[in-house]
């Protein structure tokens, strides 16, 4: 029998390191994996039941709540509306998010089965392929002249987000390999990244990577090397400037141009329509700090657009979401849909701390960050990436904490 938990935890760790690989080149794929490597965690805490420790604290705690708020919310609010069969991007997620926290913990808590080094080395495998693979898929799109680059999520706005932490992640493991052709292999990974983050032109990414690869490399390293890190500038200042004029200069153009017209009464555009639903997303958390349902939102939105018509293309998008994580939630979930929400980021960036996790406190960061002007929580293919990630972040961690 421990010959079975122990091939069973093998296969369930591949299956989730094909879905990180595959998430940028096929979405249905990427879930199919994802979905078998979550019934073999539950075959396989099922069969490990006796070793099941739920005192010590796990990153699975934070995700399944997530997901509870949400399931809690739909069927408060949605459920006696839209019947169970009907689609909703909530119940979607939470589905995913529940499955997932199952994977999260199943993979932290036996990651014993498997030695770290062997571990690290079938990261780098995965990530590295699913980066190449990505890249590859990126380049042959722009030479069929497509503008903004999507890869296999078909919205360059979500493939940036989860290129740049999927990149972020192939450079971790790299790291953690300690050796000068990993740590090269590594800048330059950084550097073909930005190149193709900014065929997306997704502004958020644009502005972040270079940040975020900076703060992952200094939390590493624990100190700055100068003579690479001028090289490396060096290097980021070429391809800044190569692509100012192509990709970078309009963005910005792009972006002031918004601001100004959103200030002149004008929100019909990128920046202007998240400013509206920013301020109608908190308008609607004050009036309903409980939560509230879509339809209610919606209709509520719409009497107080009469009053502030300078918001009106908030209306847009009322039905989807309102492009910014926490302002979401406090819209749908008043309160407790915050509070949670919060306790989500802080739990996993302390833990990251705690257990000197590189790779989950980027991801993280990324997370929240990114979140500030959209919802990958919502996103099927984010939110499956992000749980496959953080069910491999514990094997990771350069500090292993006794379990105890």
């Not at 450079?171 to 930005?194: D, E, N, P």
């Not at 502005?207 to 200094?218: P, S």
Request: overall charge positive.
């Amino acid at each position: 029998m421990e010959k079975v938990r122990f091939r069973l935890y093998q296969l369930t760790l591949l299956l989730t390191l094909i879905s990180v690989a595959l998430v940028l080149v096929s979405s249905g794929k990427q879930r199919e994996f994802f979905y078998i490597a979550v019934y073999g965690s539950i075959i396989g805490l099922m069969l490990e039941y006796k070793k099941v420790d739920l005192r010590l604290f796990s990153i699975a705690l934070p995700v399944l709540l997530i997901g509870l708020l949400n399931l809690a919310w739909y069927f408060a609010w949605e459920y006696h509306n839209e019947g169970i069969n009907t689609f909703s991007n909530y119940f979607g997620a939470s589905k995913k998010l529940i499955l997932g926290s199952f994977l999260i913990f199943y993979l932290d808590r036996f990651k014993a089965y498997i030695p770290q080094d062997k571990f690290k080395i079938g990261f780098v495998y995965a990530t590295g392929i699913g980066f190449i693979l990505a890249t590859l898929y990126a380049i042959w799109q722009s030479t069929q002249g497509m503008g903004r680059v999507e890869m296999a999520i078909n919205r360059a706005t979500v493939s940036a987000y989860v290129y740049s932490v999927l990149s972020m992640a192939f450079i971790y493991g790299l790291y953690l390999r300690k050796t000068l052709a990993a740590y090269t292999l590594a800048g330059a990974v950084i550097l073909l990244s930005y190149v193709i983050i900014l065929m997306t032109g997704t502004r958020a990414a644009m502005g972040l990577y270079i940040f975020i690869a900076a703060v992952l490399t200094l939390y590493h390293f624990k100190k700055i090397h100068v003579k690479f890190s001028c090289i490396f500038l060096c290097i980021v200042a070429i391809i800044v400037a190569l692509g100012y004029k192509p990709y970078i200069e309009p963005k910005l153009n792009q972006t002031t141009a918004e601001i100004s017209d959103f200030q002149w009464g004008n929100d019909n555009t990128s920046l202007g329509a998240r400013f509206s639903m920013w301020t109608v997303g908190i308008a609607n958390g004050a009036a309903h700090p409980l939560g509230q349902s879509m339809e209610s939102r919606k209709q509520w939105t719409g009497k107080y657009i009469e009053s502030h018509p300078h918001l009106k293309t908030s209306m847009q998008y009322i039905d989807i979401h309102l492009h910014n994580e926490i302002v979401e939630k406090y819209s749908l979930q008043g309160i407790p849909g915050v509070v949670l929400t919060l306790f989500f980021f802080v739990a996993l960036i302390a833990q990251a701390i705690r257990k000197d996790n590189g790779l989950l406190l980027i991801a993280t960061l990324f997370l929240l960050l990114y979140g500030l002007t959209d919802v990958l929580l919502l996103s099927s293919e984010a939110v499956i990436f992000y749980v496959t990630i953080f069910a491999l972040c514990p094997s990771l961690s350069r500090r292993l904490l006794p379990e105890n």
